[in-house]
């Protein structure tokens, strides 16, 4: 992630870094009460520039990527200059991992519906469709999505198509 500094900042950096001798760090020349640096640790206190991520934070950046469809982890990573691992360790540190699962499922799932029954099936693929209704093929399965045609007593829809037409449905509740 992006991170810009005031020009303050810099100006008190470059001070500091004025005390540098050849072959010795300025670390080792300023005193701890020294002006600059008291300015520099304030600075990074307030502005929280180690801790880039609060939940807050993330939950916005990642309700964002949502809204604009990016819903894979590799997705939202690309999108906040992150590594996969970075951006899944941070789903997993602050909780958020299941709300990008269940945007990621709302994507990608199927809801089946069955003529004998009024309770819609939610599958995360076709492959786990296949497993729920064995008497469908890959192909039939495929062919049946969007199409308004019932085979063997069942309707298959998108889950954001079923969720537009049906806004009771909860994905968190079947997923």
Not at 5 to 20: A, K, P
Not at 63 to 83: H, P, Y
Not at 102 to 126: E, H, M, Q, R
Request: glycine share 4%; net charge positive.
């Amino acid at each position: 992630m992006k991170q810009t500094y005031s020009d303050e900042f810099y100006n008190h950096l470059y001070r500091l870094e004025s005390y540098n001798k050849i072959g010795e760090s300025w670390s080792r020349k300023a005193d701890k009460n020294n002006p600059d640096l008291i300015w520099i640790r304030n600075y990074i206190k307030e502005n929280n520039l180690f801790d880039e991520y609060s939940h807050d934070r993330l939950e916005r950046m990642l309700n964002n990527c949502i809204s604009r469809g990016l819903v894979t982890i590799k997705e939202i990573a690309d999108d906040l200059e992150l590594s996969v691992r970075k951006m899944h360790n941070l789903l997993v540190k602050y909780d958020l991992l299941r709300k990008q699962r269940l945007a990621y499922y709302a994507k990608v799932g199927y809801v089946i519906t069955d003529k004998n029954n009024d309770n819609p099936v939610f599958v995360k693929s076709i492959s786990h469709g296949l497993r729920v209704a064995p008497e469908l093929s890959r192909r039939s399965f495929v062919n049946l999505e969007g199409h308004r045609v019932m085979r063997n007593g069942r309707h298959l829809y998108k889950t954001d198509v079923w969720k537009k037409q049906h806004p009771e449905f909860n994905l968190e509740e079947v997923a």
